[in-house]
């Protein structure tokens, strides 16, 4: 059996798909497998898929109808052989040395999962340094807790580089806690999240580095930046899901201001949602719909509790439109920032 398992949902990613592969099939750390899991891409993703596992038999393809990220993370999961789960996305790559490092540090550590930075990459071949979740060490549950679970619970509001962010991809996870604990992915955006937070809920042990072990492609494209019609559909499951592990875990006395600043830092992706430039309304019918969302009672709540001191310039302008409920003005702004 490989040690590691890496998991890659591929759809639409013909550009990418080997570039991604090769540079897992390239590791220094030899015993893993590679599972490309063909979440009914039209293109020829798929064919790629199959012409790499006849040249190296670590890769395994498996293909299925469309149904998003997190069914075919899930087929990974429920087909995986690994001791430990990785997962890559299809127009990312690996530094050579990652799963080297990650597992290395599981081992010395007695840990049960690894964490790293990562590069945020352009088109133009650049690439800037993105620190990791916490800094460069070892965390027992206490710790855990206390700097991990609280951050990606309750802190999601204030500078960029002061917020957690839910990538599942800087981390090497022991199978075993995956599957003793039935850890599943569910959604279509905001999944990492909730999979990050229910996992780090059974953990144990954690190592970081703060060495940049993954390339993350910052595309225009991705599903984080298009617009997104059903967001706040999206976003309101993710707020059931969320408050049923925080009952689950008992995390509500813990954090209590928790629902205020997940609802708050999804009222800003909201805002910047119905500005997206894919949005065919007009500007009029965006300014109601944003209007209609931040007047929500939970919403409304969420703006007049949450400080603005802590965020960063732009977000702070934001907050303060939204709580002067001086929506034209905000869709002006957003009209002039499309326009650059």
């Known amino acids: 059996m490989p040690q590691i398992s890496v998991i890659v949902p591929v759809?639409?990613?013909?550009?990418?798909?080997?570039?991604?592969?090769?540079?897992?099939?390239?590791?220094?750390?030899?015993?893993?497998?590679?599972l490309l899991i063909?979440?009914?891409?039209?293109?020829?993703?798929?064919?790629?898929?199959?012409?790499?596992?006849?040249?190296?038999?670590r890769v395994r393809v498996f293909h299925k109808e469309n149904g998003g990220v997190s069914s075919a993370r899930n087929l990974g999961l429920s087909e995986a052989k690994g001791e430990y789960i990785a997962f890559v996305d299809a127009d990312d790559w690996l530094s050579q040395n990652a799963l080297a490092v990650?597992?290395?540090l599981i081992i010395e550590n007695g840990a049960d999962t690894a964490g790293c930075a990562h590069f945020n990459a352009f088109e133009d071949g650049t690439a800037v340094v993105e620190e990791s979740a916490l800094p460069k060490g070892v965390y027992d549950k206490e710790e855990i807790d206390a700097k991990l679970i609280a951050s990606l619970f309750s802190k999601r509001v204030g500078k960029a580089e002061e917020v957690f962010n839910g990538f599942i991809w800087r981390f090497l996870y022991r199978k075993e806690i995956i599957e003793r604990n039935d850890i599943?992915?569910?959604?279509?955006?905001?999944?990492?999240?909730?999979?990050?937070?229910?996992?780090?809920?059974?953990?144990?042990?954690?190592?970081?580095?703060?060495?940049a072990l993954y390339y993350y492609l910052y595309n225009p494209q991705s599903v984080t930046r298009k617009y997104l019609p059903t967001y706040m559909e999206t976003f309101l499951q993710f707020m059931k899901q969320k408050e049923a592990l925080a009952m689950r875990f008992d995390l509500v006395e813990k954090f209590p201001a928790w629902k205020e600043q997940t609802l708050y830092a999804g009222l800003l992706i909201a805002v910047g949602n119905e500005y997206a430039k894919g949005n065919q309304k007009t500007l009029l019918q965006k300014r109601s719909a944003v209007k209609s969302i931040a007047e929500r009672e939970d919403m409304a709540r969420a703006i007049a509790q949450i400080s603005l001191d802590n965020l960063g310039r732009n977000k702070k302008l934001v907050g303060r439109l939204l709580r002067n409920k001086q929506y034209m003005l905000l869709s002006l702004l957003y009209l002039l920032k499309n326009l650059k």
């Open 184 to 211: 599943r992915f569910d959604g279509a955006y905001l999944e990492d999240e909730l999979f990050l937070l229910e996992y780090f809920c059974h953990a144990s042990r954690l190592a970081m580095t703060q060495e």
């Open 11 to 34: 759809y639409k990613a013909e550009p990418f798909l080997e570039h991604c592969v090769h540079s897992i099939l390239e590791q220094s750390f030899t015993d893993l497998e590679v």
């Open 38 to 57: 063909d979440d009914g891409s039209p293109d020829q993703s798929g064919q790629i898929c199959d012409a790499l596992a006849e040249k190296d038999d």
């Open 102 to 104: 990650l597992h290395g």
